[in-house]
């Protein structure tokens, strides 16, 4: 073979190598059009029979001279390819991503805003006990001008036999205590018969990573025109939470607040591991307000403040931190609750970095 002809055989191949990418890209143009037709029929964008009896059709009509199992091997990754497009185009459509929506969603309840770069604080106990600790804990609170009181009333707990809250008696107490403080009241929602309840006595609801992927509360949330905060479940990745935030958002409701409240890994030191990479990532994928509780996520106190700063850093648009009279005595989570003193001086470290707004004045 003279070097003319090999010269002509690889240009040849060149030619066919053209031509296969062309007909890749015409077919990842049919695979567009058919992902946006079962979009409109609400059909699964992946399609394992289908995959199969295409592979399948390829195989008898192979001639050689690759074998049965090269031929399927090759059209694999082609496949692969084209779901990752459908991927990425479905991605687009999320109501909840940056696809969608370019600038930050700023959620703003009794002129507070949560959102927009500008950090928060959300404090309180673990749940309710009584009208003196709420005022103990609010009057604190609004001393160092935090303005947004969480605590809970009906609470998930892991252990049937731990304290489940005071119900409607801590909702009443919640409700008072933040209109005498002038306060933005939050408290957790875990099923949907408790909805109508809740949301009469409370600003924003919150829904515990027990309850992040229980659909039919995110459904029935999405239909109702409240804020709420949505924690991140401690096995769940990043596109689950989005997802689940998805629910809520694409049943009208768009005041959506996403929480980093720790995963769990396999270690010990820590009552679970703060992702902090969470907090850019979901900053860059969605335009959602993202949150950060240092309390759970860390389990100890001795961490909360470089955590806080840490989370403020990596650009969270506020903090939650769990605070109460007496920590000693608390009926759930004492051993992560901040003192009244301890959060002052946690407070005090933080508002440099705080909006103006809720500064100690």
């Known amino acids: 073979m003279g070097m003319s002809e090999l010269e002509a055989l690889r240009k040849e191949l060149d030619r066919i190598n053209v031509g296969i990418l062309e007909l890749i890209s015409a077919r990842a143009q049919v695979v567009e059009r058919i992902g946006a037709e079962k979009r409109k029929q609400g059909v699964p964008g992946f399609d394992p029979v289908r995959e199969s009896v295409m592979l399948e059709y390829l195989v008898s009509r192979n001639q050689g001279p690759f074998d049965d199992d090269t031929i399927r091997r090759l059209f694999k990754p082609i496949f692969r390819a084209s779901l990752e497009l459908l991927e990425e185009e479905r991605k687009k459509h999320l109501l909840v991503t940056r696809k969608r929506k370019r600038e930050d969603t700023i959620i703003e309840v009794k002129g507070i805003a949560i959102g927009g770069g500008a950090p928060v604080i959300l404090a309180g ?17 609004k001393k160092q001008g935090v303005n947004l009181l969480r605590a809970g009333a009906y609470k998930s707990r892991t252990s049937p036999y731990d304290f489940q809250g005071l119900g409607l008696e801590g909702l009443e107490i919640l409700q008072q205590v933040g209109s005498e403080f002038g306060m933005v009241t ?25 309850n992040m992927q229980n659909f039919t509360l995110l459904q029935a949330v999405g239909d109702a025109n409240i804020p709420v905060i ?8 990043l596109e689950e939470l989005l997802l689940s935030a998805e629910y809520i958002v694409s049943r009208g409701n768009q005041q959506v607040i996403l929480m980093e409240r720790g995963i769990r890994t396999f ?19 969605s335009h959602l307000p993202v949150l950060v509780d240092i309390s759970h996520s860390t389990g100890r106190k001795d961490i909360m403040l470089p955590c806080a700063k840490a989370s403020i850093a990596a650009g969270a648009d506020g903090i939650l931190v769990e605070v109460h009279p007496d920590p000693t005595i608390s009926l759930s989570d004492s051993q992560l609750q901040l003192s009244i003193p301890e959060f002052n001086e946690l407070s005090e470290v933080l508002a440099p970095q705080l909006r103006p707004s809720i500064r100690k004045q």
């Open 186 to 210: 939050i408290s957790e929602l875990n099923s949907v018969s408790e909805l109508e309840q809740i949301s009469a006595y409370v600003d924003i609801i919150e829904i515990s990573p027990k």
């Open 125 to 141: 106990p673990c749940a309710v006990e009584s009208m003196g600790q709420m005022r103990a804990v609010a009057s604190s609170l």
């Open 230 to 237: 949505l924690k991140r479940a401690k096995a769940a990745t």
């Open 267 to 285: 270690e010990k030191w820590t009552r679970n591991t703060l992702d902090i990479s969470a907090v850019p990532i979901l900053k860059q994928e």
